[in-house]
């Protein structure tokens, strides 16, 4: 049985606390006994910090007693994706070689959470080093999503989305470079954005400026809309050790409120190149209508992305490689033996996409690159007649641990990334959400909105009235 507690969002919460309805240890108390009792059905998280939990809510009871002032999150509870750091707690990557790994600093948007008085209940299970569309690795095993935990979460942020889902936490921040906070809050059924890049921090080291092949973004992930975009106005923002970050554009929670009258929506199930299974497209034709119902002008269109799918997964994968291997670099450098001693620690899935992957030349990355422009400017050639662009985030739902599709729709597809649509968006850094847009066979099925760069409040503004209109927050496995 839910909680009164574990089943309100995180605006609800952080709205009964500040009434001194409800008490920071107590919010606390409900989230850490439900994740006891639930965790070891989808296996969410890696690590669950009580103490540091029960010692954040008495601060937070100490600062309510003093009339203090109070930030947005105050006595919210958060889980931390185990790709971030919180200071004190481990960070293991979901990797055997960083297992004891203790951070001494909090990740940037981290501390941006803590200061808005969010309380961190733990940290949730990713695939070894956030590689991967689902979620497994040799530290904790895989994570299921809570519809049927016999089935992928998703990835690479599939432990936040389940924690999501099974109301183990109201809040869960993700990470996405091709699809990591998406491809998960689709399979589990909560919302997840993707800002546009630079929008939230993302301060990597020792390379700062790795991240721009592919983008990876830093994003809020929430079962409810308007807990997305408060999350988003506390975590986004400059910050002086990224280079790419980006000023705040806009007032994402206002953009919750806002009607969508005005707003042009170009409609794509396949976006022209992927292949869709017909029960996921039929979901996406009923969630398009209620957002014409809601206001919007909506047209079916065929977005010219100027390359088939395979021609976009190959171009991936060049980018990707080059980062990947970049990490292992890295990993040498910090005293590891990723290709020779330490190989047998690594899961045999990351020996061979990276360690045994052909290195791209100089010239075929530039032709990557060359790709990825004509990706953008297809793209831009679709948001200068509409304002968003509205497809399925992936071509199927939930399948079973270790079945990774091979055909979708009677089309032959890459196992590992055939089944996704998410990775244009990485390519060009604008703004795309994934929404609840319905079920197929009691489980859920993700509409991707995407917009403009820097049009964050018009996506979140249209997920919201898809929200109101189609509502999911009951759906929830109890």
């Not at 997964?313 to 890295?330: G, H, I, K």
């Amino acid at each position: 049985m839910v909680s009164n507690t574990t089943g309100l969002s995180a605006a609800g919460l952080a709205r009964r606390i500040r009434d001194r309805d409800l008490a920071p240890s107590e919010v606390v108390e409900d989230h850490l006994e439900r994740i006891r009792e639930r965790n070891e059905r989808t296996n969410a998280f890696v690590t669950v910090t009580d103490e540091l939990a029960r010692e954040m809510a008495a601060d937070a009871e100490r600062a309510l007693e003093a009339g203090d002032p109070l930030g947005p999150l105050h006595g919210v509870p958060v889980a931390i994706k185990d790709l971030d750091d919180v200071e004190g707690v481990r960070t293991t990557s979901g990797s055997l070689l960083f297992e004891d790994r203790t951070a001494d600093a909090d990740s940037p948007f981290v501390a941006r959470l803590k200061e808005a008085g969010a309380i961190v209940v733990g940290k949730t299970n990713p695939p070894e080093f956030g590689l991967g569309t689902t979620t497994d690795n040799r530290v904790a095993g895989p994570t299921g999503t809570p519809f049927d935990p016999d089935r992928v979460a998703g990835g690479s942020s599939g432990g936040a989305a389940a924690a999501l889902a099974d109301r183990l936490v109201p809040l869960a921040p993700g990470s996405d470079a091709g699809g990591s906070i998406r491809i998960p809050a689709s399979l589990c059924g909560v919302y997840g954005l993707k800002p546009t890049y630079g929008l939230v921090p993302n301060v990597g080291r020792p390379n700062g400026f790795a991240s721009h092949t592919p983008f990876s973004h830093e994003g809020p992930m929430a079962r409810t809309v308007e807990d997305v975009a408060l999350s988003l106005d506390v975590m986004a923002g400059t910050h002086p050790r990224d280079p790419f970050s980006v000023p705040v554009t806009d007032d994402y929670r206002a953009a919750v409120d806002r009607p969508i009258d005005e707003l042009t929506i170009a409609y794509s199930p396949d976006m022209g190149v992927f292949p869709v299974e017909p029960a996921v497209r039929d979901v996406l034709e009923e969630a398009v209508t209620e957002l014409e119902r809601a206001g919007a002008t909506v047209d079916e269109v065929d977005p010219d992305l100027g390359h088939d799918q395979a021609e976009l997964l190959d171009a991936f994968y060049t980018m990707a490689t080059v980062r990947w291997q970049s990490l292992f670099d890295t990993l040498e450098d910090q005293g590891f033996d990723p290709r020779g001693a330490d190989r047998d620690r690594l899961r045999p899935y990351l020996v061979d996409l990276v360690l045994d992957a052909e290195t791209p030349t100089t010239r075929e990355a530039a032709q990557a690159d060359v790709v990825r422009t004509t990706v953008y400017d297809g793209l831009e050639d679709c948001f200068e007649e509409y304002d968003l662009l509205a497809t399925a985030t992936l071509a199927t739902t939930a399948f079973a641990h270790g079945e990774e599709p091979e055909t979708i729709d009677g089309v032959e597809v890459e196992p590992l990334r055939g089944w996704v649509l998410t990775q244009p968006y990485n390519f060009t850094g604008h703004p795309a959400a994934s929404v609840p847009a319905g079920f197929v066979d009691d489980l859920p099925v993700g509409m991707q909105l995407a917009g403009p760069r820097f049009a964050d409040a018009d996506v979140i503004a249209a997920s919201a009235a898809l929200e109101r209109r189609r509502p999911w927050i009951d759906r929830y496995p109890a």
